[in-house]
């Protein structure tokens, strides 16, 4: 067997593989062997008949065409071992020449792992951002747990900034309802700035049974684009308005909301948890930089298969997340304003900067050594299975080789951005 290679492209490569009559021969003899188990001469069980004598029965087309797909499947890995190219998927094979029992040619298409050149992976120059708790962050905290303890009473009033409404709205465009304009019974509060400018100061002023409309316009960087910038009227009623009390923030607050003794002891642990989530947060965003800096400075392509995978795990991300509000991945993009193939060509860059950032991971994990042990992957299942104790399947699972391989393979490059933060202080 002899094999040349032709580089399509950093991702992709053409072997043209030249069989001689040895590499042949050896096909032909298990070609033999396997379709005489599919032949029946009298004398003889189905399965049972000698090879030899098979031979006698079976076609030569037969033979031949069984003797060339076992070559093919035979000597593609070993072709591409030599060339020192790792298929990332089954190459497209295409027979360009055969004499049966003489010699035979075919060229093997795929992509293929890039060659990979880790960049520097010290001083990477990457600042990590510095996040305090402010005495205003504790306050936010502290009013939305206070909401919680609120007490509502339906009022015969006005409505005013900070009561609570029930209301019934329809919002039109060019006099037709718009998607996601409509809605019954549904509870707001004034002042949340929930809605559209002009939306909630519209509906101050007006008590239970009023009916109006509101001509509003959308904001010119609205998230939905065909709303953005255009104006709409909203017909709203008014339903119900319920006057909001809210706890004095004393002793008798810090006890309802847990062991605490005063308020002094509520605001220190909301300011460690707060602190807690920031550092996660700074460390999770410094971790990103690192990467986003040392694949800049490596050299590494993203294969075209790769790519196209990453983006069928975003949609599908984005399909689970819209499924679980009663959306469609249709109803996520008018949503967002965006048309599938505006969505796909960001999608396209979300996905060629991961499959870039876990190659040059990988490789870095390889020169350097890295990889989860055993007993980190066990202490990792034991953990999965505690917190999915109560699912069938999801135990099954995670017994399964594969998906233990991938829990091995996210714990090393957890690993590995460990390192790069090590390198980097």
């Known amino acids: 067997m002899k094999t040349s290679v032709k580089n399509l492209s950093e991702t992709k490569v053409e072997l043209t593989v030249t069989l001689d009559k040895e590499d042949l021969k050896k096909a032909r003899k298990i070609a033999i062997e396997q379709l005489s188990k599919e032949i029946k001469i009298p004398g ?10 098979a031979e006698k029965h079976l076609s030569p087309n037969d033979i031949a065409g069984k003797t060339i797909d076992l070559a093919v499947r035979m000597t593609v890995p070993e072709a591409f ?3 020192k190219k790792v298929a990332i998927q089954l190459p497209n094979v295409e027979v360009t020449k055969y ?60 409505a005013a900034l ?61 998230h939905a684009k065909e709303l953005a910038g255009k104006k709409v009227v909203f017909t709203v009623l008014v339903k ?22 005063n ?27 690192l990467v986003e800096a040392l694949v800049k400075g490596s050299k590494v392509a993203a294969p075209e298969v790769m790519i196209k995978d990453q983006i069928r795990m975003i949609k599908d991300d984005i399909t689970r997340n819209a499924a679980a509000q009663g959306l469609t991945f249709e109803d996520y993009l008018k949503q967002t304003g965006a048309k599938e193939e505006e969505w796909e060509k960001e999608a396209t860059k979300v996905a060629e900067a991961r499959v870039k950032a876990s190659l040059v991971l990988q490789m870095l994990a390889r020169d350097q050594k890295i990889e989860a042990d055993d007993k980190e992957v066990e202490a990792k299942i034991a953990e999965l299975k505690d917190v999915y104790k109560n699912s ?34």
């Not at 003889?44 to 004598?53: H, N, S, T, Y």
């Not at 909630?200 to 001509?215: K, N």
């Open 44 to 53: 003889f069980r189905k399965g049972k008949v000698p090879a030899d004598l």
């Open 81 to 83: 071992n030599e060339s």
């Open 99 to 158: 004499v049966p029992d003489e010699s035979a040619e075919y060229k093997a298409v795929a992509d293929i792992l890039p060659e990979v050149k880790v960049g520097p992976y010290k001083n990477l120059k990457v600042k990590k951002e510095k996040v305090e708790v402010k005495e205003k962050d504790i306050k936010e905290i502290l009013d939305g747990i206070a909401k919680s303890y609120a007490e509502k009473k339906a009022v015969k009033k006005k």
């Open 162 to 222: 900070g009561d609570e409404v029930i209301i019934d709205f329809t919002g039109k465009k060019d006099d037709k309802p718009f998607p996601g304009g409509t809605a019954k019974d549904y509870t707001l509060l004034l002042g949340s700035k929930t809605f559209i400018p002009g939306f909630e100061d519209g509906i101050v002023g007006h008590e239970p049974g009023d009916s109006f409309d509101l001509d509003l316009t959308f904001p010119k960087d609205y």
């Open 240 to 261: 119900q308005v319920n006057e909001i009390t809210l706890p004095k923030f004393d002793a008798d607050f810090a006890k309802k909301c847990g062991p605490f003794k």
């Open 263 to 289: 308020m002094d002891e509520l605001k220190a642990d909301i300011k460690k948890n707060l602190e807690a989530q920031n550092n996660h947060r700074v460390e999770e965003m410094y971790k990103d930089a």
């Open 392 to 425: 069938k399947e999801a135990l099954k699972n995670l017994d399964d080789p594969r998906v233990r391989q991938d829990i091995k393979n996210r714990l090393t490059i957890e690993k590995v951005l460990d390192f790069l933060v090590d390198q980097n202080k």
